[in-house]
């Protein structure tokens, strides 16, 4: 069994910054992919950011383009975890924001941490 946990997320004015982070505990064995993706009322689930294995020693990075040059995606093997920070923050990146991770063929979620961007 695997477990994610999220922290980081909270109310924010526009143009500010919050951090994301999961950490994955349990039978986690080798990760191939980790992510975040997010939900708005109303709307579906969305992949925000993704880190994927490239290799030996590589990682593939991918982000949504509605939040390319604001937000950076990092993952630390040696703590299971991966963060996302979100720079300058938006009306519309407001919504629940889930962790994802993929070990094999199975994926796993994080139960989801509100952002709300408001003034």
């Known amino acids: 069994q695997v477990q994610l946990v999220e922290s980081g997320g909270g109310l924010v004015q526009p143009g500010g910054s919050l951090r994301l982070s999961c950490v994955a505990s349990g039978n986690i064995g080798s990760i191939y992919a980790m992510g975040w993706y997010r939900q708005a009322p109303g709307k579906s689930r969305e992949l925000v950011a993704g880190i994927v294995n490239g290799g030996t020693t590589e990682y593939v990075e991918s982000y949504a383009d509605s939040v390319k040059g604001r937000f950076t995606i990092s993952r630390d093997n040696a703590k299971n975890t991966v963060s996302l920070q979100m720079n300058s923050l938006k009306y519309e990146d407001t919504a629940v924001y889930y962790c994802?991770?993929?070990?094999?063929?199975?994926?796993?979620w994080g139960q989801g941490t509100q952002v709300t961007v408001s003034s």
């Open positions: 994802h991770l993929a070990v094999g063929s199975a994926g796993y």
